[in-house]
C-alpha cells in the first residue's frame, strides 16, 4: 500500500540550522512513499540583500535546500504569491535543481510553470501540479518567454443582494446594505489548468492538484469551482494552502479537497514578524493500488525552536470540533483515529 503525505506552506527564512525544522516529522517522511509540499519561500540570496517590507521570501539557497533534502521531502510545488520576481524565481529552480529536488509551478516560461512532476514511489505513477489564484499584477505571472509561476486568475464582483440566500441578510430596503462579494475562477485559465490535468492523469495513476489560494478561513466559491474541476478532470485529491489556518475538507465524487492546510514550517512571515503558535495539518493518503483507500490528518504546531511537531489530538479538541462543523458543512464526515483525524470518504 503506498503512503503519500502532503502539507501546507514550508517557509525557510531565517533557518540557521538545516537539521532543525524537521527533525520531529522525518521519520513520518521517511516511511511514506512519497512528500509534496508548498515551498512558501525562493532559494535565493539577493546581492545587495532584501527588506522584509518588500515582497519576496527568500531563504539561504545552501541551507534551505540542504532541510528539504534532509527531511525527505520528494517533490515541492513552488507557484505562490511569494515566490516572486524573476532573479528569484530562476535562482532558486536553478538550485531546486542542483539538489535534485522535483518541483512544479514556476519556470522559466509558462511551459515550464505549466509542467508536471510525475514520480514513480511504491509502485505507483504520482503525478503533481500546482497553480496559484494569489499573485502580483507584475514581474510574477509565467508567460510565453517570461520567467513565473502558473497562475489561475480569479475574479471578484460586488454584489447587492437582491434576494434573502443567508437568514442574516437583511432586506435590501435598509440603508447600508453591505454587498455579498462574489468569486469565480476565470475561464481560460481553468481550462488551462483542467487540460494540463486530464493530461497529466493520462501518464499518472494518481494526480494531486495543488492550489495557493483563499482568504482568512472562508472556502470561497472560486476555490470549491478550481477543485471540483480538479476533479473532474482526472484529481484524485486537491490541496489548498495560502491562509495561514486549517480550513475545511469536502468530498466531492468520492475525492478528498483540503482547502486549505495552513501553515507547516513557518517561522518568519510578512515584514519580519515571526509567525505566532500557528496550527496547521500534515495530510496522508494510503493507495490500494491506484484506488484511495483511507485519507485524514495529523494537526502540527511548531515549538521555540521552529521544529513542526505532531499534536496530541486530545489536546487540539477545540480546533478538531471546529474542523469538524465546518466539514460538515460541505456534507463530510470527520472522525478521530488515535492523534489522527480521518475524512469519511462515502
Known amino acids: 500500500m503506498a503512503t503519500l503525505i502532503l502539507t501546507g506552506d514550508v517557509n525557510l527564512m531565517n533557518v540557521d540550522d538545516p537539521a532543525v525544522p524537521f527533525a520531529r516529522v522525518r521519520d513520518a517522511f521517511r516511511d511514506a512513499d512519497l512528500v509534496f509540499s508548498n515551498l512558501e519561500c525562493c532559494l535565493y540570496q539577493p546581492p545587495g540583500g532584501h527588506s522584509f517590507h518588500n515582497e519576496g521570501f527568500f531563504a539561504d539557497p545552501a541551507i534551505g535546500g540542504e532541510a528539504l533534502r534532509m ?14 520576481g524573476e532573479a528569484a524565481i530562476l535562482a532558486s529552480v536553478a538550485r531546486l535543481d542542483a539538489i535534485g529536488m522535483p518541483h512544479t509551478g514556476a519556470g522559466a516560461n509558462l511551459a515550464a510553470a505549466r509542467a508536471p512532476v510525475l514520480l514513480q514511489r511504491g509502485g505507483l505513477r504520482f503525478g503533481c501540479l500546482q497553480r496559484s489564484s494569489v499573485y502580483w499584477p507584475t514581474n510574477h505571472e509565467a ?43 476565470d475561464a481560460d485559465s481553468l481550462r488551462a489548468f483542467t487540460e494540463d490535468v486530464a493530461a497529466l492523469r493520462a501518464n499518472a495513476d494518481v494526480v494531486v492538484a495543488s492550489c495557493h489560494w483563499g482568504l482568512g478561513k472562508d472556502v470561497l466559491a472560486y476555490m470549491r469551482e478550481i ?18 489556518y486549517s480550513l475545511p475538507v469536502e468530498v466531492y465524487r468520492g475525492k478528498p479537497i483540503f482547502y486549505g492546510l495552513g501553515s507547516f514550517s513557518f517561522h518568519t512571515g510578512h515584514g519580519g514578524r515571526q509567525h505566532g503558535d500557528w496550527i496547521g495539518m500534515m495530510a ?3 493507495f490500494d493500488g491506484a484506488r484511495l483507500a483511507e485519507v485524514g490528518f495529523r494537526f502540527v504546531r511548531h515549538n521555540d525552536r521552529n521544529e513542526t511537531v505532531p499534536c496530541a489530538l486530545a489536546q487540539e479538541q477545540v480546533e478538531f470540533e471546529d474542523i469538524r462543523k465546518r466539514s460538515e458543512a460541505f456534507g463530510t464526515r470527520l472522525s478521530a483515529s488515535g492523534d489522527a483525524v480521518l475524512v469519511e470518504l462515502g
Open 284 to 286: 496522508q493518503a494510503r
Open 143 to 185: 508567460g510565453p518567454h517570461d520567467p513565473g509561476i502558473a497562475v489561475i486568475r480569479g475574479h471578484t464582483a460586488y454584489q447587492v443582494p437582491m434576494h434573502k440566500i443567508r437568514p442574516e441578510i437583511p432586506p435590501m430596503n435598509r440603508p447600508g446594505i453591505p454587498p455579498v462579494v462574489v468569486t469565480w475562477a
Open 227 to 244: 477543485a471540483h474541476a480538479a476533479i473532474d478532470a482526472g484529481a484524485a485529491i486537491v490541496v489548498g494552502h495560502g491562509p495561514h
Open 71 to 84: 527531511a525527505g521531502i520528494g517533490a515541492v510545488g513552488i507557484a505562490n504569491n511569494v515566490n516572486y
